[in-house]
């Protein structure tokens, strides 16, 4: 059994289609198909926003899966859409602010899809669906950060089945006590899954290139042994040489892969590859400019740079 891993897409469909046929895949209709028994995409979640083609990324993505051609794992920019076009159950809010930042953020699926449409309405049903993981027996793939007591934590009320499935239709749950970091609670544990475990920046804050400020950076959790800042924590920059305080090291410790299952995620737009015998991240920025990445696994005990594919735009 082969499994082509696909990191975080974010409407390129022309990047998408093309590593799709990389990998060897035909289209067929308005899907891909491969001729090669035996074989499955796993797309890592982060359809959507920030490229021009939400909708087809969303047609190739979902219609793989419904042939039971791939699996499709929900990322936090499907989560936050979800979120948007949520009411508050109060009436007049959603479950994510229509602020002029999260309006921005959502811009180019926005564009692409009519308010109110039953296409949106079936599109934000289908990213319910998606599930927040997947393993088989010797890999898995998570879009962030697979944190067992986080997993545990919505396992154990009943939030979301052993396949992954989010099971409540309550997902104001998802958005409540976001700011509560000691406790685990629905949202921070759905958070530290799709977004990875947070990290106040201190002095360290930055603008982002939309010009928000950023107070938070995302723990690279797998980083046993970091030397600077920039190892310790993913910033939307380059890394930075700064040192790193015994208390944040202590922190990001605690969040590190403790299992020997091979492990495949997305979401942190890497400036480099991040491979390791047990590991790799497969995204590199094709969100901002750069280039797709593709992880074709057939098995190996050790992870190689030499089953990396990748498309650049
Ligand atoms: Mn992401």
């Known amino acids: 059994m082969r499994y082509d891993f696909i990191g975080d897409i974010h409407g390129y469909a022309g990047l998408l289609e093309q590593i799709l046929f990389k990998l060897g895949y035909q289209p067929e209709g308005e899907s891909y198909v491969v001729h090669e028994e035996d074989c499955k995409v796993v797309f890592l979640g982060d359809y959507i926003d920030r490229g021009p ?82 393993e088989d027996p010797d890999v898995r793939a998570i879009h962030a950060c697979w944190y067992e007591p986080a997993r545990e934590f919505l396992l154990e009320n009943g939030l979301a089945g052993q396949q992954g499935q989010i099971i409540t239709e309550n997902w104001e749950i998802f958005v409540q006590n976001q700011n509560s970091d000691d406790q685990m609670n629905p949202s921070r544990a759905l958070e530290i899954l799709i977004k990875g475990p947070k990290m106040f920046l201190g002095k360290e804050a930055y603008f982002d ?20 800042f920039g190892d310790l924590v993913a910033l939307g920059r380059e890394g930075s040489d700064s040192p790193f305080s015994q208390m944040q090291l202590h922190e990001q410790q605690q969040y590190l892969y403790p299992s020997d299952k091979k492990i495949f995620f997305g979401h942190y737009a890497q400036f480099e590859t991040v491979l390791q015998t047990r590991l790799c991240c497969l995204d590199l920025r094709a969100g901002h400019g750069g280039p797709l990445f593709a992880y074709s696994w057939s098995g190996e005990s050790s992870l190689t740079e030499a089953n990396l594919v990748s498309v650049f735009p």
């Open 53 to 134: 083609q939400n909708r087809r990324v969303i047609e190739i993505v979902r219609s793989m899966t419904e042939k039971g051609r791939a699996i499709a794992l929900m990322g936090n920019h499907e989560f936050n859409a979800i979120c948007y076009h949520t009411p508050a159950s109060s009436g007049n809010d959603y479950l994510r602010q229509h602020s002029s930042k999260n309006t921005k953020q959502h811009q180019a699926f926005l564009s692409e899809y009519q308010i109110d449409s039953e296409e949106l309405v079936d599109t934000i049903s289908w990213f319910r669906s998606l599930p927040i993981w997947w």
């Open 209 to 228: 290139n939309q010009g928000f400020k950023r107070k938070h950076g995302r723990f690279k959790w797998w980083n046993a042994s970091p030397k600077k």
